[in-house]
């Protein structure tokens, strides 16, 4: 767009230059026309004045009238004198003219032989209308050069016109084209929040509604034993707990949208913290009846990175596969070294994942159908994916050869751990 309004400018400045130079060139024509059509009325006056000092002479007149004719003829000498351009040789030639109508004023009053005065006029008149025809041609070519330059001048503005048009309705058409995609990516836009809002809702709803229920059975039976009480209250503290991690995805991602979302760097031990979260899911998958397997080292993998938002990303991951869990599933959990680099798996047990849906898993407010008929807001993944690519990793989903589906996770060693060293 940029290109074409760069185009647009360069095509309506030679526009411009164009009219200015095709203006320019008619009123230089209009002067130069000027001048020679007031040296041809100049060279038909000093034909007229020569004829009339010839007849003067001729019928006997006065000196003071001959004299009076000579100063008429020699003024227009001199007007004529001051028009021509600074060309030496027409300046030569018109000063020339000056002396020979000097010579037939002298022999005008001094009433010699009429031959030799008729001579000197004839002489004179032959040179006033070969000035006459040249000025004729001299206007005849500057009307062919203007009329040329002219119609060049033209043509180059209808071309730039002509061009400006197309461009103008090239940018239009592009711009009507970006106008249609944005309004298209807004609807998209305005069409997944609302669905967004409706998920999130009916997300935030349900643990809300369990730990009522919970809460309201419970005091409902007087005689409910400690051992029930203990029970409920976990099923209201998980509940709780996955409440709270999901308020934290919509928090995080909403910063993350906007470029708000700090995230710390500092020696992480990555075993550590993967232990700990799979700790703060275990109640949260006890209450939907899915157990939490762990495999970890016991040497320590040590990372750089934030170490709350790498737990609430291996949280919305955790939460995603006990969703997917069927009841009394195991929900596999492992740490590790691959390839030089941290990696983190968890697999459940669940149908796994539709091929097609594979590579929109981690786009935000994106269901596949299975999570849409099991809830969820499409937000989990997509954070669990921008908090790793801020870390330098990377995520990945596939389906297990066994079951299920397998979530990956590959981060960057630490510069100054053994494994690192090692790689």
């Avoid at 400018?9 to 030679?14: K, N, R, S």
């Avoid at 002067?31 to 007031?38: D, G, K, P």
């Avoid at 643990?207 to 005091?219: D, F, H, N």
Wanted: proline share 3%; glycine share 8%.
């Amino acid at each position: 767009m940029q290109r074409l309004n760069l185009t647009g400018a360069a095509l309506l400045a030679a526009l411009v230059v164009s009219l200015l130079a095709l203006l320019a060139a008619f009123l230089l024509s209009m002067a130069a026309a000027s001048r020679h059509l007031e040296r041809a009325m100049i060279a038909q006056s000093q034909l007229a004045a020569v004829s009339r000092i010839e007849a003067l002479v001729a019928e006997g007149a006065s000196r003071a009238e001959v004299e009076g004719a000579a100063r008429q003829y020699r003024a227009s000498i001199d007007a004529e004198l001051r028009l021509l351009e600074a060309d030496p040789a027409a300046i030569a030639a018109q000063r020339e003219e000056g002396a020979e109508a000097d010579r037939l004023v002298r022999l005008a009053l001094a009433g010699g032989p009429r031959d030799r005065l008729i001579a000197s006029a004839d002489a004179i008149s032959r040179r006033e209308q070969g000035e006459a025809a040249g000025v004729a041609a001299a206007m005849t070519g500057m009307r062919t050069r203007t009329t040329i330059l002219a119609s060049i001048l033209a043509g180059f503005a209808i071309s730039a016109a002509l061009a400006g048009s197309v461009a103008l309705t090239r940018a239009n058409r592009r711009l009507a084209g970006e106008v249609e995609a944005r309004t298209a990516d807004l609807r998209a836009i305005d069409a997944s929040r609302r669905l967004f809002f409706a998920k999130a809702s009916h997300e935030l709803r349900t643990p809300v509604t369990v730990m009522r229920g919970e809460a309201e059975v419970s005091l409902a039976d007087p005689g409910a034993s400690i051992a029930d009480l203990r029970a409920a209250l976990s099923h209201v503290v998980a509940n709780a707990d996955f409440l709270g991690h999901r308020i934290e995805e919509l928090l995080g991602l909403s910063s993350a949208a906007d470029g708000r979302l700090h995230l710390d760097r500092a020696p992480i031990d990555l075993v550590a913290l993967v232990a700990a979260t799979g700790d703060a899911a275990t109640a949260f998958a006890h209450s939907s009846e899915v157990r939490l397997a762990l495999a970890a080292p016991s040497a320590p993998l040590e990372i750089l990175g934030d170490a709350r938002w790498l737990g609430q990303a291996l949280l919305a991951v955790l939460d995603n596969g006990v969703k997917f869990s069927p009841i009394g599933g195991t929900l596999s959990l492992s740490v590790g070294e691959a390839d030089g680099q941290a990696a983190i798996e968890i697999v459940d047990q669940g149908a796994g994942v539709m091929p097609a849906d594979l590579p929109r898993l981690f786009d935000a407010y994106y269901q596949a159908g299975e999570g849409r008929m099991r809830g969820g807001t499409g937000l989990g993944l997509a954070l669990a994916r921008w908090v790793v690519e801020q870390h330098g990793g990377a995520i990945r989903a596939a389906n297990d050869p066994a079951g299920g589906c397998r979530i990956a996770i590959s981060l960057p060693l630490a510069p100054f751990s053994p494994q690192a060293r090692a790689a």
